[in-house]
């Protein structure tokens, strides 16, 4: 039997996972045994693949590509898209609960599987004719074939309606000029989901394939956050996309913001995830560590920072269990979904810190996971919506005054 | 081929275990239950894997209320195509292994497969009785399992080497460490579970044998007492004295 402790890879020895999962409401009690399954399934996935390699390649920020197999035969890819095209017909709640697990390994492994599921699987799925999610689904269920999501442009961020990216009808085909910037997945992806402005200026989406002549994928390199994942551009100098490859009926924002939606419900999820693995880990850390001639722990201020971190991890478990009870119902509307995310992921972000302080001078070294887990919040705060554009959509919502359009 | 696994519900390893009722009943409050590794790291799995090359089917065997239900759809996540559970409690090993020999009995398995003990009573007995029972041949804690017809080549980890067996089908095998490899469930596999059968069996008449006197916990450990290197004449005092080792 191979040791899970030895990186066969590299054949440096490994960190063992201690990590136990902390639910202090008691909210497993409205989990169903399906979805418990599920959960647990996965964690055992993350620490036996996860967990012993992932600080390493972060380090050398190197995506592990080998995991992409395993991702793939667990189910982490469109685990929501119906059987028939290879997915496993599973509830949103489920995927939530996937995305949490995922992310407790690392935000990089998380993004990888929201982007394949929420940004490519579910647009060829929702917008895509018959032979579209013939075509691409089932391999992109298997990670036999990986996808990526080509929205956001180096001069259009929160503001993806000023896109520059264009089509041109000629004929049986379009061209296709434009870039994209920070793509999860895009220097290894063999398609992308791609949106662009046609000639009427209304905004298109379609599958642009690896090999097209004049589409490259630089790879951004220099990243402090998400080391582990690969990042690059979409670059398009007159690429010749087959016209039925373009969604057929879907115009305008609203296609690619229902897949933000889709992944951001992911991502509220999985902060909670990120934020167990470092309070998890602050909290053996405080129990173990004296100074004074007692445990850390015993300590009022080390206290307040636990007890406030549990505090909010349990708030954001309820929150997220009950936009998935909406999800599942199909009620969540994209501002409750904001909510969600940049409430969860602005927690996860302040337990890191906190939690980096716990463990003091340790708490900067790469034997623990609390930095990793910081610096990769630092991508996940901004992307998919920014913190501040997710308060700027609840303002709206609430008011009914947009604040953030001219 | 037709396999039979039987598994166990365990608490989960990081339990904290407690006792009630004067300490004859284990605490339940609070515990979360698991599949029994042995039951399901390597006498499942490797049946799985024996189907999978020798084609057939897996049916996994379960003695238990319907709190049970969880850790029998794990199994069928894993691979099983069907389960029975015997709708009792399981109160000594006689009693279980009997219910499943009256299933086993009617039903023609070509092997049987057991865990070599349950991780929390650590009995081992079951699948002992079983054999007995049901008149076949039984190897114990088999760390390696190769089918080819009728008849499985068994490695058995002994005291400072091995043992291979070789048995004839039908037979009654415990699988220890080493059989398998964990198989994790995978989504699909988990959302097919829902719909194989699981099949409930009422009880067939049968006393326990044995009743619990009573549990007691292993002392606490106590605390490390740290003695100065030049003091060697307190070291040989406390290890005379308290640890009464000299």
Redesign the interface.
Known sequence: ?SNPTVDHQNGRAAKTDLY?AHDYMLVDELLT??Q???RD?AR??VK?EVSPIIEDYAERAEFPSQLLKGLG????FG?TIP?EYGG???DYT?YGL?MQELERGDSGIRSTASVQSSLVMFPIYKFGTEEQRRKYLPKLATGEMMGCFGLTEPDHGSNPGGMLSTIKDAGDHVILNGSKMWISNSPFADIAVVWAKDEEGKIRGMVVERGAEGFTTPTIHKKWSLRASATGELVFEDVKVPKENLFPDIRGLRGPLTCLSSARFGIAWGAIGAASDCYDTALRYSQERIQFDKPIGAFQLTQKKLAEMITEITKAQLLAWRLGQLKDQDRATPAQISMGKRNNVNMALEIARECRQILGGAGISGEYPIMRHMMNLESVVTYEGTHDIHLLITGMDVTGFNAFKG | MKFLVCISKTPDT?TKIGFVDGNTRFDTERVQYILNPYDEWYALVRAIELKESNGGSVTVINVGSAAN??II??AL?IGADDAVRINAEDTDAFFVASQIAAHAKDNAFDVIFAGKETIDYNGSEVPAMLAEMLDMPFVSYASHLDLAGNEATISRDIEGGEEVVSVQTPFVVSAA??MA??R?????G??MS?RKPLNVVEPTAVEATSVISSYTLPPAKSEVKMVDPENMDELVQLLHNEAKVL
Not at chain 1, 73 to 76: L, M, Q, V
Request: hydrophobic share 40%; no cysteine.
């Open positions: 039997m136990q045994e399906e418990k399954l599920i399934s055992a996935w036996k035969e667990i189910g982490a685990p059987e496993a017909g599973m489920s996937l | 990081t239900d969880a759809r794990k996540a460490k080493g490899e964990q994790i469930p995978n989504m699909k988990i959302m829902k």
